[in-house]
């Protein structure tokens, strides 16, 4: 990875619909160069997709909470359970797996919060292995999907 392709990533994370000609002059290469790079990027799986950002108050899911799972066992077959179990779950729009306790941070987005209590007690709650749920009210975004800053060395 080099000055080039940190470029490239930056131009792309501001917007990924750029086409490949206006990249390339925004990075100063010319378009099969720039292209090569592109394909190159994608194939190592730095690039690992292009997705459009959703504000999603205007979609009306307006409430925002935060679950922390600790699970009751942390076994090979329940965690890889649990995770997929998190996949059929399009509320859950983050998970990340932890070390310590506790074992993971859920981002959840519903309508409302007696969306949210429904989601919690019939679904979050119902997960195999889950031991406890503690959650967390979201109480303003400051930002989300931060564009990373790429190292210069």
Same mark, same amino acid.
């Given at each position: 990875?080099?000055?080039i392709d940190r470029k490239i990533l930056a131009e792309l994370q501001n917007d990924a619909r750029l ?5 390339? !002059? ?28 959703? !504000? ?27 995770? @997929? ?5 399009? @509320? ?10 506790? !074992?993971?941070i859920l981002h959840i987005i519903t309508k409302d919060l007696s969306s949210f209590q429904k989601l ?11 031991k406890k749920l503690t959650s967390t009210i979201v109480m303003k975004d400051i930002f989300q999907g ?8």
């Open positions: 990875m080099d000055q086409t490949l000609t206006e990249l390339a !002059d925004r990075i100063g290469l010319s378009l099969s160069p720039c292209h090569r790079r592109v394909h190159a990027l994608e194939k190592s799986g730095a690039i690992q997709g292009y997705r459009a950002c959703i !504000d999603y108050r205007k979609l009306g899911l307006a409430f925002s909470a935060i679950v922390f799972v600790t699970l009751s066992e942390s076994n090979k077959q329940l965690v890889q359970g649990f995770e @997929e179990a998190l996949l059929t779950i399009p @509320e859950v729009i983050s998970a990340e797996r932890l070390f310590g306790t506790p !074992d993971y919690y007690d019939e679904q979050l709650s119902s997960l195999a292995s889950v931060r564009k990373a800053s790429y190292p210069t060395f």
